[in-house]
């Protein structure tokens, strides 16, 4: 079992940035892939991007390409995004899941666990 939990949301202008983390209890956290979904107001969850066991495998959706980056620290069962040039139409709860496996994938039912969200709101 793996419980996760999210910081580092707020609210910031367009343009500026934010750098969440999840934090993973349980000691197999090194063997689990990661991902960060989002959902906004009436809308589906989506997801944001995803990084392998060992990180040296990351994905991204289109729309943050370029502006996101993951991370992973297993020594600190942390995983990161580090969000840049933010745009109003990230405004979202961001969710943290992870997944027994060591390969990513983009596949929201893949990932059998999930933090509980923090909201990350962008002002034009």
């Known amino acids: 079992q793996v419980q996760l939990v999210e910081s580092g949301g707020g609210l910031v202008q367009a343009g500026g940035s934010l750098r969440l983390s999840c934090a993973a209890s349980?000691?197999?956290?090194?063997?689990?892939?990661m991902g960060w979904f989002r959902q906004a107001p009436g809308k589906e969850r989506e997801f944001v991007s995803a990084i392998s066991w060992s990180g040296g495998s990351t994905y991204y959706a289109d729309s943050v390409k370029g502006r996101f980056t993951i991370s992973r620290d297993n020594a600190k069962n942390t995983v990161y995004l580090q969000m840049n040039s933010l745009k109003p139409e990230d405004t979202a709860v961001y969710y943290c899941a992870g997944r027994p496996n060591p390969l990513a994938t983009t596949k929201r039912p893949s990932y059998d666990y999930w933090g509980q969200g923090t909201q990350v709101t962008v002002s034009s």
């Open positions: 349980g000691r197999t956290f090194s063997s689990y892939a």
